[in-house]
């Protein structure tokens, strides 16, 4: 018999060691159906945010975070009301207001250009009119990109009854949704009667099938790195005396380069992740011991992707640094034989690479909603799923 959602929960400023139900920790838990392997990976990364509040490890997060189980499995929840200028992992206002005005630079034509930022205008009232930031994120990392295990529709179905239950006011959200990886997840949630909103495009590799290694601009790339005077530094020889290096170079790539809504990471944040694993780190040491140079990976069920990336971005670009990271990740997928997803953004840079594109989505729970809250979120469903895919396909986005 499917047991009914169960959430985990515990509040700020309390460790996972302390307080009320401390002997109820999910990383200790061992009984039936409680064992899950992905678990106490989930847990580790989970429980300090729930601990000291996600904004202490992730700067421009505002968000309350929670555990829940669906079956087996733990997942991490995220629960939001306005949050504005939160980062996109949690605002869907920030993912199809704020993200998409700055994304607009990426476009050629001045006409194009004035014609959704116009259509962008419109929206803004009306998303924060309909409460689109009122929501419960399911299975949230608040990373750029979410991995999923497998998780059967009989737990959905389960999960989505607790939520509501326990969030009746919310709308419940999977970010991170594509049909390459989660085909079968998207058909179950559908016929549940959730809905897709299209996001952004991004790029796969298939490391089980490594073809792409012998593409000309990967060739060259790995070239590259052989030849560099710097060296390759493993996820064991990354000291802690590194984290704040490796918070200056993955924000002087993602969020003075690229965009202030891409999540911000703390030392903290860093250390955790090091230490227990749940990234892994690798980076390019110069001859002085300084990084110049840093990837991080997070994997789950098959899958790698790279959320943490950061270079000196004052050296030359014939350094050829982020080529070089590019390759460690690309290399790796090949060596371990498991697809690479490498997110959004550098449409180019993927494509002649070998990247091969998928529409990525989030599937939102609306049934339970106000009428006009409902509209809201259809309408936007439908204007991107009928204006938004054809320009991302075609602009190449």
């Not at 009984?31 to 392997?37: L, R």
């Not at 170079?249 to 380069?257: A, G, M, S």
């Not at 790796?332 to 959004?344: F, V």
Request: hydrophobic share 40%; aromatic share 8%; proline share 6%.
């Amino acid at each position: 018999m499917t047991q009914p959602a169960e959430f985990i929960e515990r509040q700020a400023g309390q460790t996972p060691q302390s307080g009320a139900g401390a002997g109820d920790s999910p990383s200790n838990e061992t009984g039936p159906g409680k064992n899950h392997p992905a678990n106490a990976m989930t847990a580790a990364y989970t429980e300090p945010l729930i601990g000291k509040g996600a904004d202490a490890y992730i700067r421009n997060v505002r968000t309350k975070v929670e555990l829940v189980r669906a079956g087996e499995q733990l997942l991490p929840v995220t629960v939001n009301e306005t949050e504005y200028d939160s980062s996109y992992v949690c605002s869907p206002y920030s993912t199809y207001v704020s993200y998409a005005l700055e994304e607009l630079v990426l476009f050629k034509s001045e006409l194009l250009k004035g014609v959704l930022r116009g259509v962008i205008g419109i929206l803004s009232p009306l998303l924060k009119s309909a409460r689109i930031n009122r929501n419960v994120h399911v299975n949230n990392w608040l990373l750029s990109t979410n991995l999923y295990e497998e998780l059967p529709k009989e737990d959905v179905r389960v999960l989505t009854a607790g939520l509501l239950e326990r969030f009746p006011s919310h709308a419940v959200i999977f970010r991170s949704l594509n049909e390459v990886t989660n085909l079968q997840l998207m058909k179950d949630l559908t016929g549940l009667g959730w809905i897709l909103v299209p996001s952004r495009q991004v790029y796969f590799f298939e490391g089980r099938e490594p073809d792409y290694l012998h593409k000309p601009n990967n060739v060259w790339d790995q070239k590259l790195l052989r030849r560099s005077p710097l060296r390759i530094v493993e996820h064991e020889e990354i000291e802690p005396s590194d984290y704040p290096r490796i918070v200056e170079l993955y924000e002087d790539l993602y969020i003075r380069k690229y965009s202030r809504l891409n999540p911000r990471f703390t030392e903290a944040y860093i250390a955790n992740c090091h230490r227990h694993g749940l990234l892994r780190i690798r980076g390019l040491r110069d001859s002085s011991g300084v990084l110049q140079g840093v990837i991080g990976c997070f994997d789950k069920a098959g899958v790698i992707t790279a959320p943490l990336v950061g270079y000196n971005t004052a050296l030359p670009q014939k350094e050829g640094l982020y080529r070089m990271l590019m390759s460690l990740v690309l290399t790796r997928a090949a060596e371990e034989r498991k697809l690479l997803h490498l997110s959004s953004g550098a449409a180019h840079f993927k494509r002649i690479r070998g990247g091969r594109p998928a529409i990525e989505y989030s599937a939102v729970y609306i049934r339970h909603l106000p009428l006009r809250r409902r509209a809201v979120w259809l309408g936007l469903s439908h204007l991107l799923n009928g204006v938004g895919v054809p320009v991302m396909r075609k602009y190449r986005l």
